[in-house]
């Protein structure tokens, strides 16, 4: 469980946010939505520790983020995945060595644990079969994946590889910044399908910071809209269709006319 109360914070005369109350409940799958610049991608990084608002706390799990030392911030960090805007992969690292990066950097050298926990997360994906992974078919597979550049990917499997990333270490959060932006439609799609299964199947909490109108309905259980600082809008997607507020609306018919597969 998430807890925001009363986030503030500029960066000098610029206040980006000013009295940010939301409640995240456990399993929940929130879209977060507001102009560029609004300060979505600055409440994520106060959320998880990056950032230190000027006032107010984040609770996660009954823990005040800004009064945890390093050592419980570490840890409390170990419940997050992240999956970066524009997947993020390291070019030059291969798909397993992207993947295994953190658990490596953390001292992890047993090359057996590392694959079996690259195999998991890939199958969670969907860029590895489900079959036996002693099978003749799956070690090729295993094989050809592994060892493949983000270069060699399409936008689709990056994105894909980017959020097996965050699975690794089985995270309670993840926090998604514009998981759709820049994929066609049809991926988009499958990228969405691919959020809304992974929290329902391992039961994570989904923040998921979009522009991307088309996925707030089909994926979000509530959406949360920023404007001038504040918590415009809180609500389910049908709360969002019914609403009267002009200021939600104008919002919303700019995108549904900008947006082409909405
Ligand atoms: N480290 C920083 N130093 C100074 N200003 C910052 C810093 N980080 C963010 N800002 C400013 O805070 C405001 C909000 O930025 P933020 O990145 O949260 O926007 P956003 O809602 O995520 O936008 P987008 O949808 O374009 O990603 C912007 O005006 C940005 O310039
Ligand atoms: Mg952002």
């Avoid at 456990?26 to 520790?49: A, F, R």
């Avoid at 993840?174 to 399908?193: M, W």
């Avoid at 415009?232 to 269709?241: A, K």
Wanted: glycine letters at 8%; hydrophobic letters at 40%; proline letters at 4%.
């Amino acid at each position: 469980m998430i807890n925001i109360n009363n986030i503030h914070k500029s960066f000098g005369p610029k206040t980006v946010l000013r009295g940010i109350n939301i409640d995240i409940p456990d399993n929940d799958i929130l879209c977060i939505i507001g102009k560029s610049g609004c300060g979505k991608s600055v409440l994520i990084k106060i959320i998880v520790g990056l950032l230190e608002p000027d006032l107010g706390t984040v609770s996660i799990d009954g823990n005040i983020v800004s009064q945890l030392d390093r050592k419980s911030l570490y840890k409390l960090r170990r419940k997050f995945g992240f999956v970066f805007q524009s997947a993020a992969l390291f070019d030059s690292l291969t798909v397993f060595e992207n993947i295994v990066l953190g658990l490596y950097e953390h001292g992890q050298r047993d090359i057996y644990y590392l694959e079996q926990e690259a195999i998991r997360v890939l199958k969670a994906v969907g860029l590895l079969p489900q079959t036996d992974e002693n099978d003749a078919s799956f070690i090729n597979e295993w094989k050809i994946l592994k060892d493949k550049l983000p270069s060699d990917l399409s936008g689709g499997m990056k994105k894909r590889v980017g959020v097996a990333r965050a699975l690794v270490g089985n995270p309670e959060y993840i926090f998604y910044d514009e998981p759709t932006t820049g994929l066609d439609p049809v991926t988009s799609e499958q990228i969405d399908d691919l959020i809304a299964e992974l929290s329902h199947k391992l039961k994570v909490t989904s923040i998921i910071i979009t522009h991307d109108m088309f996925s707030v309905y089909k994926i979000a259980n509530r959406v949360v809209m920023l404007n001038d600082g504040l918590v415009q809008f809180e609500g389910t997607p049908d709360d969002l269709d019914k609403t009267n507020d002009p200021v939600v609306k104008e919002f919303l018919d700019r995108y549904k006319n900008n947006t082409n597969h909405y």
